[in-house]
């Protein structure tokens, strides 16, 4: 709704779009924005990893023939390994397949979430009054100002969150396109979307980014993690601080058990609102459960 809202207040020549006009235009710059990534980062990892699964049931055998040559193979059981190895690729093949209704079903989870939340941009004001109808007069007041300060309290938190993860992406993916990292779209797409989960995320796509690196060479290897080290000393002493200062007081600590327990409870659908429902948490918290005397 930020969002909406000020698309919402752009003037041209007197006309002002309409809350309908703004989400339609949001919604038509994230679809340009997913159409640019996948028609510009997946290309090469789905070429690579099709590459790859074709020509690896001829490369076992051939592994293996070269292993045959070193001392103590013969008690290795290195044909024994090949065909182990063979049996799991198919292994792998038949899972993909199989669960694919698996992986519609979140994809149905995600379409089921995005239209909820059209449906609560449009008609949303509505549903909130008719929810305070029916609370007591006399707390209805107190209610409706805690739930507002935990409305701000959310845009705030996903607006800096926000900001901290575009200055990574777009940082990232500049960055491993100078050193001609592999996949250096993705990668970078991949560093901004994780850095939702303090710490813990940052930690998982450095690994992915070090293995992508390694597999050209150690000097890229060595780049990406001073990269890194950089960076995140500048957003710890420049960013989050200049960012966060306005924000909420939310842990990362905080952060990391909600997304955690939304994952648990809703899968994907779960992760997503895990920390808006944290910051609403808190408020309510803070409000009727604190003692303040």
Known sequence: MPIVNRICQIKIRGWQPSR??????????VGLALSLFFLIALPPVTRDLSQFLTDLPQRIPLAAAKLKHLPMADK??????AQKAQGAIEATASYLLTS???WLAHIFDILTAAFLCLYFMLEGEHAYEFFLSLIKRSERG????????????MSKWLLG????????????????????????????????????IPVAGGIITMAVVCVAAAIDSWTKLFEV???YLIYVNLENALLTPRIMKSSVDLMGLTVLVALLVGTALAGIVGALVAVPTAALIVVLLDEYAVKKT
């Not at 309908?20 to 710059?29: D, E, F, S």
């Not at 969150?161 to 960055?175: E, H």
């Not at 990292?181 to 560093?191: D, K, S, T």
Request: charge should be positive.
């Open 20 to 29: 309908p006009i703004g989400i339609v235009i949001m919604l038509l710059a």
């Open 76 to 81: 290795l059981g290195l044909d024994t390994i």
């Open 100 to 102: 694919l209704p698996m």
């Open 142 to 153: 107190r209610l409706d100002n805690t739930l507002r300060k935990a409305e701000a309290k």
């Open 161 to 196: 969150q926000g900001l901290l993860m575009l200055c990574l992406g777009v940082t990232s993916t500049i960055v491993f396109l100078v050193f001609h990292i592999r996949y250096a779209v993705l990668l970078g797409v991949l560093m901004g979307l994780f850095n939702i």
């Open 225 to 227: 993690l001073i990269f």
